[in-house]
């Protein structure tokens, strides 16, 4: 529940999500699911040469189990946030 609560907090702002296969897409983080299903919208793969077929997708559905990375905007990161979800984590709270 940790990711969860903290992916909640990022909605309605710029992520780029790197899947298993290698294909990054960058948008906007529009809702977070408790399995991390990510839907973004407003998408843009990050290599356009090597996925071309890709370009026309405005919006898309990604499982939680195909993703390898999320890639947080700076601003994006609070880190007073994450040490208490770590903490309550930690309690069992």
């Known amino acids: 529940m940790l990711f969860f609560s903290y992916f909640k907090e990022?909605?309605?702002k710029e992520v780029t999500v790197e899947l298993k296969n290698d294909l990054a897409i960058s948008g906007v983080?529009?809702?977070v699911d408790q399995y991390l299903n990510?839907?973004?919208?407003n998408t843009r793969v990050v290599d356009q040469d090597r996925y071309p077929?890709?370009?026309?997708v405005r919006n898309c559905f990604i499982r939680g189990s195909v993703?390898?990375?999320v890639q947080l905007p700076p601003d994006g990161v609070d880190i007073?946030?994450?040490h208490d979800a770590t903490r309550r984590e930690?309690?069992?709270?």
Not at 38 to 41: A, D, Y
Not at 53 to 56: E, F, L, N, W, Y
């Open 38 to 41: 990510i839907k973004l919208e």
């Open 53 to 56: 077929h890709m370009m026309s």
């Open 90 to 93: 930690a309690r069992g709270v």
């Open 80 to 82: 007073d946030i994450l």
């Open 10 to 12: 990022l909605v309605g």
């Open 29 to 31: 983080l529009h809702s």
């Open 67 to 69: 993703v390898r990375y």
